[in-house]
């Protein structure tokens, strides 16, 4: 049988190094499905329950592994379910492929059943390379360049095939004028920013007596660089959500996350500072970073288009975090005075003390603090951690210590509920002798997570270390939408949109024959956390966890506490639990433990 468009696509991709393809099968993508069965496991086929799913794990893969993450879809609604998670990809500034299946060539234009302009579709999602297939000769350079593109860019890029076209015997471009012959391979190149911008960037950074320091995502590879200029500086280390593993919580002088899900020390590096650093991020919330002309500011950033958006910076580097940073250290003058740096640790230390007391207040029946703070001491080297949108994310920001090696990630610029769950399952595949742990809110587990625990049901078997953990906060609550109502417009819970149906995460599980664990006792936390990690199967944790334990912001503003007087005075369903858990939290800030 001579080779198909469909057979040299999957030979293509296998070259580029790719061995696995998330996505759901239709016949707008048969051709390709037989190819990959004629490929003999060459690149693993993984089948999710729905496409929004298969985009999600594309886009986990290539956060955790560094390489494109690859999904797959059928023509119609096969591609548009693909949307929202690649633009979690996009957002992110992940490398991305998807290819997607068209109706035949002839009836383009016909209003023929499943046929959607996808060019239009993926234009924004995909704006740097998306193109349509149309004659086998083509499917070279189409492969090429979008697997280049989606890595040199760090984006999202699009393949679009019609079905008959993927049956059609493949056919490699004539050496004539008007072909495009191309070659796969890419390495990532060494950017540094030019000697004399490090020299400016390091006279701005010697000067300043109070540094901060933010990191984010880009500076993922410069956790030992970021490490020694902080050491140098006598500088403070704040985090970007997407760059909670940059550096580790365990050190003194790293005050956390930064933002409104971030933390006190955080806050108080930010206002107080008169030098801040950022490294590899586009951290969007400027009310959390120094007032403008309050401190000198040095930014570094691949991406030439997001320096100085956030802050006006000073001095801009283009540059690899990582290299530019190598390139700087020589020119720092190792601070002498760490008064700076003692008042930082000093803050830190209490920061943590607090924590510990607010997540060791008493709730009704489970504080979703304690679910995260007993769950951080236990977590195993080299985990990689995943939390969903949500109040989920507060907790996974602020009481989790990550550890060298740990990997962690979620939904950053877009924010979108629903890939907790397929951001493990992808991390499992990547890594299948690695724990994965899942921390999503009910919420989420009913948008899409109930769904892909099938997923996990059907493969889990195959994975050489079973240790896969969803924990599911249960309090029949949207709850972040509940008191984003109450604390940004002042409204009371809409019990209508906010209010959740009942559901037994843990006897679903066991249901699929995975275990499950249902939790209603504080004291029980840390025991079940111990067993889920010793179990030998996947494992779902479902915690009953109390919506009224507040996510307090790093610094309560005079407008917020207006707007939760403003909830109670209009008669919130939960005023009484509410003030009761708001008025404990706020004492542990204070006195922490003597809340109860």
Not at 276 to 295: D, H, I, N, R, T
């Amino acid at each position: 049988m001579s080779q198909t468009t469909s057979d040299f696509l999957i030979q293509r991709l296998r070259e580029w190094g790719v061995r696995r393809i998330y996505g759901y099968p239709g016949d707008g993508i048969n051709g390709v499905m037989g190819a990959l069965n004629r490929a003999e496991g060459a690149i693993e086929f993984i089948q999710v329950r729905h496409e929004e799913m298969a985009a999600f794990m594309a886009c986990a893969h290539a956060k955790f592994t560094g390489e494109v993450g690859v999904c797959m879809a059928t023509s119609g609604p096969g591609a548009i379910h693909l949307l929202n998670g690649l633009y979690d990809a996009k957002l992110d500034h992940q490398p991305v492929l998807a290819i997607v299946g068209q109706q035949a060539r002839a009836a383009l234009g016909g209003s023929y059943q499943q046929e959607v302009d996808l060019v239009s579709l993926f234009k924004d999602v995909a704006h740097e390379y998306v193109h349509m297939a149309s004659v086998p000769q083509q499917m070279r350079h189409l492969i090429d360049r979008a697997i280049r593109t989606a890595l040199a860019e760090r984006t999202v890029t699009c393949i679009i095939l019609p079905n008959d076209l993927q049956e059609l015997p493949s056919e490699e471009p004539a050496r004539e004028h008007g072909t495009v012959h191309s070659g796969a391979g890419w390495r990532s190149p060494r950017v540094i920013p030019e000697a004399m911008d490090l020299r400016e960037a390091a006279d701005v950074l010697n000067a300043g007596e109070r540094v901060a320091i933010l990191a984010g995502a880009g500076s993922m590879r410069a956790t030992d660089e970021i490490l020694e200029v902080a050491d140098l500086l006598g500088a403070g280390v704040a985090k970007a959500l997407l760059g909670k593993a940059a550096v580790p919580d365990d050190l003194p002088f790293v005050t956390g996350s930064i933002g409104l899900l971030g933390t006190k020390p955080s806050w108080d590096l930010m206002t107080k500072c008169d030098t801040l650093l950022m490294v590899g991020s586009s951290f969007p919330y400027s009310e959390f970073l120094p007032k403008e002309g309050q401190a000198r500011g040095v930014q570094i950033d691949i991406d030439g288009r997001m320096l100085s958006i956030r802050y006006p910076m000073e001095v801009n580097l283009v540059g690899d975090s990582r290299e530019t940073l190598r390139a700087l250290i020589p020119l720092l003058e190792r601070k002498a005075d760490r008064a700076w740096r003692k008042s930082i640790e000093k803050n830190v230390a209490e920061w943590w003390r607090v924590l510990e007391a607010r997540a060791m207040s008493s709730a009704k029946p489970i504080n979703p603090q304690r679910v995260f703070w007993e769950l951080s001491p236990r977590l195993p080297d080299n985990c990689i951690l995943a939390s969903d949108s949500g109040s989920s994310a507060n907790w996974f920001a602020r009481d989790l210590k990550i550890r060298r090696g740990m990997m962690a990630s979620l939904s950053g610029n877009l924010a979108t509920m629903g890939p907790g769950v397929p951001y493990v399952i992808a991390a499992k595949f990547a890594f299948p002798e690695r724990t994965a742990i899942a921390l999503v809110g009910d919420g989420a587990m009913q948008m899409s997570g109930n769904g892909e625990l099938l997923t996990i049901a059907k493969y889990w078997r195959e994975w050489s270390n079973a240790h896969l953990i969803i924990a599911v906060l249960h309090n029949n609550d949207l709850n972040m939408v509940t008191w984003e109502q109450r604390i940004m417009e002042g409204d009371p819970k809409f019990e209508a949109s906010q209010n959740l149906p009942n559901f037994e995460y843990a006897k679903y599980a066991e249901l699929l024959g995975l275990r499950g664990i249902r939790v209603d006792r504080e004291e029980d936390i840390g025991r079940v956390w111990d067993e889920a990690l010793a179990e030998n199967r996947p494992t779902v944790l479902e915690f009953i966890t109390d919506p009224e334990v507040p996510p307090l912001p790093p610094h309560i503003s005079f407008e917020q506490a207006k707007s939760f007087a403003s909830s109670i005075l209009k008669r919130d369903p939960n005023a009484g639990e509410m003030i009761r858990q708001s008025l404990k939290q706020m004492a542990d800030t204070w006195l922490p433990g003597k809340s109860d």
